[in-house]
């Protein structure tokens, strides 16, 4: 059975994304001060306000106007910004509900981690596609002044039952300065970002592939004056990019306590293991928290029929090789670390430099 999968990326110029990166260095800089911080500083943005909100409990003194107003100007925002701050300390009825002789969930919910064997990332290749083509981006903008840091971009890949057979589509649109025209627009992209990416998957790429390059003819106003952002809308561009299921709660802004990340990056990691290993082509782990305990209500495994072993000999090693508590979570995937910046962008998964990617002999 042949089918389309399509999947997206955007750069850290889209609002949600800027917001996205704002609210994880918030969290760094709590980290890098006091490793017992409990974070959950969001923020939204429009035009030139920069609204920041949510809860802190934490020794670390954050600057937050310096922060934010560093990352606006690297990102490529000329004008000043007025920031507006509403933020608490974290619900004393939460805190203790987590913090008791062990470390307890701060939520109920359930969260997913996906893998499958079809690429070398332990991904879906649209996504990993869309993520190479907005990091592609990112760099070659950076060369110069006439392009933008608002981007995204969309990859469809044709699938024969579970196997990609073919790149069937790529749409990326750019932020731009006036100084250039449309042709000269698309001829730079092309070039200097769409072939080289498409350059790794020659095997899937054929003359009747559709690359699409700024279809509206324009894209002058950028960022935050031409939309508004906040954290969390991006949660399928962070996850696996529709294929999959996710919990419904974001990352960003959230430290290891928060399920909603930490339960997330487990998730994932069991499931590229158990793919990794050899026991199926492609796994998805759930797993449901309930606030005040310690470990899962439920841990749910599914292989979709693609399982090399029974699903009882794979419940077994999970079992006897993974710990869902979230001692063992924060303690095994070593997640107190100012290291959340760097996942805003780009996709949480996939991406070697993350503990929760590792291979568990």
């Known amino acids: ?54 809860e802190a409990t934490t020794n670390a003194v954050i600057n937050y106007d310096k922060i934010a107003k560093d990352i606006l100007k690297d990102i490529g ?20 509900a987590v913090k008791k002789k062990k470390l307890c969930a701060n ?56 196997a990609p057979i073919r790149i069937s589509t790529v749409l990326i649109s750019v932020s731009h300065s006036e100084k250039i025209t449309n042709e000269e627009i698309c001829k730079e992209i092309l070039e200097n970002v769409v072939l080289r990416v498409l350059a790794e998957y020659e095997s899937l790429v054929d003359e009747n592939l559709k690359i699409l390059i700024n279809p509206s003819g324009r894209f002058t106003i950028w960022g935050s004056f031409g939309d508004s952002g906040c954290v969390g809308r991006k949660i ?27 339960g997330a990056y487990y998730a994932r990691y069991v499931a590229k293991n158990v793919v ?6 492609i796994c998805e782990i759930e797993v449901a928290y309930a606030i005040g305990l310690e470990k899962p209500v439920t841990v749910n495994i599914e292989t979709f029929g693609t399982n ?10 999970v079992k006897k090789n993974f710990d869902f508590s979230l001692s063992n979570i924060i303690k095994e995937l ?9 996942t805003a962008c780009y996709g949480h998964f996939g991406r070697e430099e993350f503990s929760w990617e590792k291979i568990k002999k």
């Not at 090399?308 to 090693?317: A, G």
């Open 1 to 54: 059975m042949i089918r389309v999968i399509t999947s997206e990326s955007v750069n850290i110029g889209h609002p949600d994304k800027t917001c996205d990166t704002i609210s994880d260095a918030f969290l760094d800089e709590a980290l890098r001060k006091d490793k017992n911080s409990q974070m959950a500083v969001e923020c939204a943005i429009k035009n030139n306000k920069l609204f920041i909100y949510g």
């Open 334 to 342: 070593d997640l107190l670390k100012p290291i959340y910046k760097q």
């Open 107 to 162: 939520d109920q919910g359930m969260m997913f981690g996906y893998a499958t064997n079809e690429t070398k990332e332990f991904m879906p290749l649209p996504i990993v596609v869309a993520h190479k083509l907005m990091r592609n981006y990112e760099n070659f903008r950076r060369m110069g002044n006439l392009f933008f840091a608002d981007a995204k971009c969309q990859v469809s890949v044709e699938y024969d039952n579970f």
């Open 308 to 317: 090399k072993v029974s699903l009882e000999e794979i419940e077994n090693y």
């Open 236 to 262: 399928i561009v962070d996850t696996y990019g529709g294929v999959g299921r996710v919990g419904g709660g974001c990352f960003s802004s959230k430290n290891a306590t928060k399920v909603d990340r930490s």
């Open 77 to 96: 925002y000329q004008n000043d910004f007025e920031i507006v701050k509403e933020i608490s300390e974290q619900s004393p009825d939460i805190a203790q």
């Open 276 to 281: 990794a290993h050899g026991y199926a082509d």
